[in-house]
């Protein structure tokens, strides 16, 4: 992928948007982009650097996601709505051609590490519900505000907020900031004699040097994996609008990845705001239990999306008739009587009772939990309860006291009252 139209190549101390960012390491890449952890010099702190393959469909993809990253940002000055910050966008040219690039404030780790962190356990449910309430925060606010949906949730999309800030407390980090290219070049061409041999050597060393502090960076969950998670703050931030749409300029029929896939897209018949509470309900679930809700497998004479839809009606019950018959890919799936082709028989195991039986909840965790998600889970999108709605649900504000204010449960809101009190 690093050729004309692809990847740019990065190395360690490079320069971007004449010097003002320097590339730090690698935090990670997707289908279209890398993203570099980078020193921004005029700010003296860390962002993350998306640098977005150069052929002409993705580069138009990346303009989308700045139009949409703008909007959010604009939206949201005090930056308390959970949701990734656009800090700036330029174009870097290569020689693969020119890269649109975004540079965003720097996060932490995805929620997919938080999972695999706590060993695919289950997850203490204040936990769970802290997490919720972030993740229902930047749905609200993209939904209802914005009319942005993001058609990509999962956990690898939701970043934890860092809690050190490595520009401002460095010796905490581990980091200091690499501010020009190591000497020599150790991804170069062939080495030709011992002098060169040496200096690919001490490259090897000081790039040796940096990665070692690399496990000690995002200040959320490294080092140790075998740590708890107590005392660990848990924010976190929606991030990947590299899919996303404005509800009323729709562009694709297949979104989402595919356990987090609601119903009317497997069975096309058209989607809303109500497909991204379907990720968050698998999501929330997922956090509880330490493992996916929906991992459906094609099997003999049934596809992926047969078994899918199997397995949310053994969640959730039949699927009412008029729903299951009423989308552009119904007859892929159900005869007309609304039953399933190819899977006649389904073992009904509800969420409550799965939750007691095989992930050890106690009956009222259990209980009070799937009361709050099974309307997340209707059949019927626009049944389902709006983020506005799920923030004002019992199960979301347990645990506060009636006459105080969930100061604790919303870090956001009581940040940006900090900030807008600095700035007084
Ligand atoms: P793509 O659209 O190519 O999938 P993403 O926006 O999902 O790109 O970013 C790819 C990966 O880079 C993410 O999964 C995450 O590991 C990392 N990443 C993205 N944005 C940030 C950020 N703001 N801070 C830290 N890491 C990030
Ligand atoms: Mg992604």
Redesign the pocket.
């Given at each position: 992928s690093y050729r004309k139209g692809g990847y740019h190549a990065v190395r360690i101390g490079d320069p971007f948007a004449a010097g003002r960012y320097v590339a730090q390491r690698k935090?990670?890449?997707?289908?279209?982009?890398t993203?570099w952890l980078s020193y921004d010099t005029r700010s003296a702190n860390y962002v993350?650097l998306?640098i977005q393959k150069s052929a002409a469909q993705f580069a138009q993809a990346a303009l989308h996601e700045i139009e949409l990253l703008s909007a959010i940002a604009n939206g949201d000055p005090s930056n308390s709505k959970c949701v990734?910050h656009l800090i700036d966008h330029f174009k870097h040219t290569g020689p693969n051609g020119q890269h649109p690039c975004m540079v965003?404030?720097?996060?932490g780790d995805?929620l997919l590490r938080l999972i695999k962190y706590n060993r695919y356990r289950v997850l203490d449910l204040s936990k769970v519900r802290k997490i919720c309430r972030c993740i229902l925060t930047a749905l609200d606010y993209l939904h209802r505000e914005l009319g942005i949906i993001h058609t990509d949730l999962k956990p690898?999309?939701i970043?934890l907020v860092s809690t050190i800030n490595p520009a401002k407390d460095p010796v905490r980090s581990g980091l200091s900031p690499v501010l020009e290219r190591p000497e020599g070049n150790p991804n170069g061409a062939v080495t030709v004699n011992i002098n060169e041999i040496k200096l690919k050597r001490k490259a090897k060393r000081a790039l040796a040097k940096i990665a070692s502090r690399r496990d000690s960076m995002g200040g959320v969950l490294s080092p140790k994996p075998e740590k708890s998670l107590d005392g660990i703050n848990l924010r976190c931030k929606i991030?990947?609008f590299?899919n996303a749409c404005w509800a009323d300029k729709q562009f694709a029929e297949e979104i989402q990845t595919r356990q987090y896939r609601a119903p009317e897209v497997i069975l096309q018949s058209g989607y809303s705001y109500s497909a991204d509470m379907w990720s968050f309900a698998c999501i929330a679930v997922e956090l509880a239990t330490g493992e996916m809700l929906f991992t459906p497998k094609g099997g003999q004479g049934f596809s992926e999306d047969e078994d899918h839809l199997a397995l949310m009606m053994e969640l959730l019950g039949k699927m009412p008739r008029k729903i299951a018959i009423g989308g552009t890919r119904s007859k892929d799936y159900f005869d007309r009587h609304g039953d399933l082709k190819r899977i006649r028989r389904l073992k009904f195991w509800p969420l409550d009772r799965l939750l007691v039986e095989k992930y050890k909840f106690s009956e009222s965790d259990a209980c009070e939990f799937s009361e709050f998600l099974c309307p997340l889970f209707d059949f019927a999108p626009e049944k389902r309860p709006t983020a506005q709605q799920c923030l004002q649900h019992p199960w979301m504000n347990q645990g506060n006291s009636p006459h105080k204010e969930p100061v604790e449960e919303n870090l956001d809101v009581g940040m940006s009252n900090l900030q807008i009190k600095a700035a007084k």
């Open positions: 935090l990670g890449w997707g289908q279209f982009s993203v993350a998306k990734v965003l404030e720097f996060l995805s690898e999309n970043l991030v990947d590299g």
